[in-house]
C-alpha cells in the first residue's frame, strides 16, 4: 500500500525545507526492538525515520541520514525481502521492492552517465 499523502506531508516537515521526496517507504530493522521506520529518498539525502510505539504509521524523528550518493540496494528476495544500508538491515514488504529499485536506478543513472568527450566545446 502506498504510503498516504498525510505521512509524507509529516515527514516533509522533519526534512531540510529546501529538499524534495523522490520515494517514500516503510521498513523494519532486523532483529530491533525499535518501532517501524521509514525510508525517505530525497533529492539531497536518504533518511530514516522512526515511528512511535503506539503509532507505527505516524513518523516521529529523523534517526539518521547520508548523502544521496549511496545506494539502498540490492535487495535480497529469497525470505522475506531486505536489504543492507549503513551497516543495518531492513526488511521491507514485497511491494517495496520495486521502490527501492527504483531509487537505486535513479542514483545509478548519474553514476553511470558517460563522461563528456569534448568538455570545453
Known amino acids: 500500500m502506498p504510503v498516504s499523502s498525510g505521512v509524507r506531508k509529516r515527514i516533509k516537515g522533519l526534512l531540510d ?3 524534495e ?3 517514500v ?3 523494519d530493522m532486523f532483529g530491533s526492538t525499535r518501532p517501524s521506520v521509514f525510508v525517505a529518498v530525497t533529492r539531497k539525502t536518504i533518511t530514516i525515520l522512526s515511528t512511535g510505539y503506539l503509532s507505527r504509521k ?3 524523528r529523523v534517526i539518521g541520514s547520508s548523502l544521496r ?3 539502498l540496494g540490492p535487495v535480497d528476495t529469497a525470505t522475506t525481502p531486505w536489504f543492507k544500508f ?4 531492513y ?7 520495486a521502490v527501492v529499485h527504483a531509487a ?3 542514483i545509478m543513472r548519474e553514476v553511470t552517465k558517460p563522461e563528456d568527450p569534448l568538455p570545453d566545446l
Not at 549503513?86 to 538491515?89: A, E, K, L, P, S
Not at 526488511?91 to 521492492?97: G, L, R
Request: cysteine-free.
Open 69 to 71: 550518493n549511496l545506494r
Open 104 to 106: 537505486d536506478a535513479e
Open 91 to 97: 526488511e521491507i514488504d514485497d511491494e517495496y521492492v
Open 21 to 23: 521526496i523522490h520515494y
Open 58 to 60: 505516524t513518523p516521529k
Open 86 to 89: 549503513n551497516g543495518i538491515v
Open 25 to 27: 517507504f516503510p521498513a
Open 17 to 19: 525545507p529546501d529538499d
